[in-house]
C-alpha cells in the first residue's frame, strides 16, 4: 500500500544531493521547492557554472531558489508559502533555525556517515582515511548544532580495501538516497521513532579539509599513507614535494601500494628510475601508480617515468 505523499522543499548543490532529489521526483512525494547555492565561477574562462541540482531542478520546472543569505526576509516568505510538509537537506550549508523550523513535520538532513562518529565536512574522506571497513549514511532532524540532531534512520555499507573516497561517496550516494525516501515514508505514516544520538567520550570526527591538511607525512605507516591517498582520492588529493633540478614541483598521488620491508633509507627519500619509483616510509616502501605532477595531467606512473628525459635532475 502507498504511503501518503508528503510536500518537500529540497536544499542541497552537489551531485550527491542531486541522487536524492531525483530519487523523490521519482517517487510519489512532492517536489515543491528547491534551494541550491549562487552558479559558481570555474574553468579557465571562469564562466559562471549551475550546480547539478539546479540543472535537475530547472530541467523539472522546479520552483528554484539561489538566495545569498538564509535570513533574507523575502525568501523566508516564499519558502513558508509553499506550505510544505518538510524540508530535506543534502550537502547543503548550515540552516538557520527560523528556516529549518518553518515545516510542520521538520527539516531531516542526509550525513555521509554512521553518526555519531564523522561529524563535519569530510565524513567520506576520514572514514577512509581512518581504515573503516564500515561506512553508511544517518537521516536526522537539524537542530542549532551541527550533525547532532536525533537519529531518524541510518543504513550500512562495507568500505571495501580497493575503495577511495570517490568510490564510498558513491555507494554512499545510492544508499543516501534510498535512505531519503525511506525517511519521508516513515514521517509520512509516523511510523519512525527519532532518537538521540549515542554519547560518545571521543567520537570521530571529520573537520573541513584544507590545503596544508594535503601533504604526505612519509614519516607515518605505510599503511597509514595508503589509507591517506585512497581517503583524499580522486579529490582533493595526498600530494608530496619532488626537487626537480633547482625546481620543486608538487606531485599528487591518487593510487599507489605498499610493501612492509625494513631499509636503511630516511622517510621520504624516493628512488627512481625507468622501471621503478618508490618512496620510503617509517616501516617500509610505498609505490605510487596513478600520479600527477604540477603542471601536468593525470597519467599512470608508468607514462610519468616514459616521459622524464633526466633521472639525474630528481633528488631525495
Do not use: C
Not at 285 to 302: F, H, N, S, T
Request: net charge negative; charged share 25%.
Amino acid at each position: 500500500m502507498q504511503t501518503k505523499s508528503l510536500n518537500v522543499v529540497f536544499f542541497g548543490t552537489p551531485d550527491f544531493a542531486k541522487a536524492s532529489l531525483e530519487a523523490i521526483f521519482k517517487s510519489h512525494h512532492k517536489v515543491v521547492g528547491v534551494v541550491t547555492a549562487a552558479d559558481k565561477a570555474s574553468g579557465r574562462g571562469m564562466k559562471l557554472t549551475p550546480s547539478p541540482v539546479k540543472v535537475f531542478a530547472e530541467e523539472n520546472n522546479f520552483n528554484l531558489f539561489q538566495p545569498e543569505k538564509l535570513r533574507n526576509a523575502e525568501f523566508l516568505e516564499a519558502i513558508k508559502n509553499l506550505n510544505a510538509d518538510v524540508f530535506v537537506v543534502v550537502a547543503f550549508r548550515m540552516m538557520p533555525q527560523v528556516l529549518f523550523s518553518i515545516p510542520r513535520l521538520g527539516t531531516f538532513n542526509l550525513h555521509g556517515s554512521l553518526l555519531p562518529d564523522y561529524r563535519g565536512a569530510a565524513p567520506i574522506n576520514y572514514a577512509v582515511i581512518n581504515g573503516e571497513t564500515k561506512s553508511g549514511v544517518t537521516t536526522f532532524f537539524i537542530n542549532e548544532k551541527i550533525d547532532e540532531g536525533n537519529i531518524l534512520l541510518q543504513a550500512e555499507t562495507e568500505v571495501l580495501p580497493e575503495d577511495n573516497a570517490g568510490t564510498l561517496h558513491d555507494k554512499l550516494m545510492v544508499i543516501g538516497a534510498d535512505l531519503i525516501i525511506e525517511t519521508l515514508n516513515g514521517l509520512a505514516e509516523n511510523s519512525i521513532t527519532e532518537k538521540p544520538q549515542p554519547q560518545k567520550e571521543n567520537p570521530k570526527t571529520a573537520y573541513k579539509i584544507f590545503k596544508e591538511n594535503l601533504k604526505i607525512d612519509w614519516n607515518q605507516s605505510s599503511e597509514t599513507i595508503h589509507n591517506f591517498v585512497r581517503g583524499m582520492s580522486p579529490y582533493p588529493t595526498a600530494f608530496t614535494i619532488l626537487k626537480i633540478g633547482e625546481e620543486e614541483k608538487s606531485l599528487k598521488i591518487f593510487k599507489g601500494h605498499f610493501e612492509l620491508e625494513s631499509h636503511s633509507k630516511e622517510a621520504g627519500d624516493f628512488d627512481i628510475s625507468k622501471n621503478e619509483f618508490k618512496f620510503y616510509t617509517k616501516d617500509g616502501i610505498y609505490y605510487p601508480e596513478d600520479v600527477q605532477i604540477q603542471g601536468k595531467k593525470r597519467m599512470a606512473v608508468k607514462d610519468f617515468l616514459n616521459g622524464i628525459q633526466n633521472f639525474e635532475d630528481y633528488k631525495s
